[in-house]
Nanobody, 128 residues
């Protein structure tokens, strides 16, 4: 059974930083692009960032461009989201996401239609 487990969410003041982690277990996502999505209370889920298997190409939502950085460590089967200069509007549950096939490019993960595996989420609350 595939599991994506996120961690690192917490209460943080506006302007602060934190790093989210996602670890895959049950199978390897070798060759797979990965992504982060978020869902704020009362709002629809939205794309945050995506990364290719090699990590050399990344995609970001306009709202986080220049503040967030997605990265991965394939030796650890892990994906990260470094969040800098956070804002109250970044408050949300952040979810790690993987497609159902390694054939799905990172560019297509800007839409959740191609996501087949979701983590349970980690809550980020930005105060101030």
């Amino acid at each position: 059974q595939v599991q994506l487990v996120e961690s690192g969410g917490r209460l943080v003041q506006a302007g602060g930083s934190l790093r989210l982690s996602c670890t895959a277990s049950g199978r390897t996502f070798s060759g797979y692009a990965m992504a982060w999505f978020r869902q704020a209370p009362g709002k629809e889920r939205e794309f945050v960032a995506a990364i290719t298997w090699s990590g050399d190409v990344t995609y970001y939502a306009e709202s986080v461009q220049g503040r967030f950085t997605i990265s991965r460590d394939n030796t650890r089967n892990a994906v990260y989201l470094q969040m800098n200069n956070v804002k109250p509007e970044d408050t949300a549950s952040y979810h790690c996401a993987a497609p159902g096939s390694s054939a799905v490019p990172a560019s297509m993960l800007v839409s959740d239609r191609h996501v087949e595996h979701w983590g349970q989420g980690t809550l980020v609350t930005v105060s101030g």
